[in-house]
């Protein structure tokens, strides 16, 4: 597609829940990752996949949080047993991997996730 | 692991001065580094970038700057306007990795 594509814009959960968050990566893009913003705050990294290489998941806060890519199209982060703090505006990005360096990521416009 | 920072955490400016805002890197290796704009409610975009064989780079009013010796590394903003206010953020791709540190972000306001 045109550019990354993230679904829902927004979601609104109730405490104990779980949800489930939609990528759609630009169209030929290996690499893909989640980042979290708090209100107000920096882009926290959560996980990045790239290619058929395992996952680096050293940025998920808790068990509670996993992701999944299928090849190199549709990744889904789930987080299990919502709890408050994990309101957030959760983007995806995108980037071609040309050799290093890679260009720059392309940010989807992010789920807005509320838990009340 | 890569330790990006970003100074200062917010700067306000008359429209038509210039806003210059400076990162700095930990990771000797890096040798990618982007800035990214976000606009209230809006995704991050990708504004400019330089790697590391550049010492500066220039896009109409934008500039970014780099220094390997001392790590660090400067957006400038010249004859600023208000569409320029927005949180900046500056980042450095992390060596033998494939992702970016980012830094905390820059909140600059041009006053009319």
């Known amino acids: 597609g045109a550019g990354v594509s993230q679904s829902p814009s927004n979601k609104v959960t109730e405490k104990g829940k779980d949800v489930e968050l939609r990528c759609d990566p630009i169209?030929?893009?290996?690499?893909l990752y989640w980042y979290r913003q708090r209100l107000g705050q920096g882009l926290e990294f959560l996980i990045y996949f790239q290619g058929n290489s395992a996952p680096d998941k050293s940025g998920l806060p808790s068990d509670r949080f996993s992701a999944e890519r299928t090849g190199e199209s549709v990744s889904t982060l789930t987080i299990q047993r919502t709890q408050q703090e994990d309101s957030a505006v959760y983007l995806c990005?995108?980037?071609?991997?040309?050799?290093?360096?890679?260009?720059?990521?392309?940010f989807g416009s992010g789920t807005r996730l509320t838990v009340v | 692991g890569e330790n990006v920072e970003q100074h200062p955490s917010t700067l306000s400016v008359q429209e038509g001065d210039s806003a210059v805002i400076k990162c700095t890197y930990s990771?000797?290796?890096?040798?990618?580094f982007p800035w990214y704009k976000q606009e209230l409610g809006k995704r991050p975009q990708l504004i400019i970038d330089?790697?590391?064989?550049?010492g500066e780079k220039k896009d109409q009013r934008i500039a970014v700057t780099l220094n390997k010796t001392a790590k660090h590394f400067s957006l400038h903003i010249t004859e600023t306007q208000p569409e320029d206010s927005a949180v900046y953020f500056c980042a450095a791709l992390i060596s033998g990795n494939n992702r970016l540190a980012f830094g905390k972000g820059n909140q600059v306001v041009v006053i009319p």
């Open positions: 330089i790697r590391s064989n550049v």
């Open positions: 169209s030929g893009h290996t690499a």
């Open positions: 990771d000797s290796a890096s040798n990618y």
């Open positions: 990005a995108s980037s071609l991997l040309i050799g290093p360096p890679p260009d720059g990521y392309t």
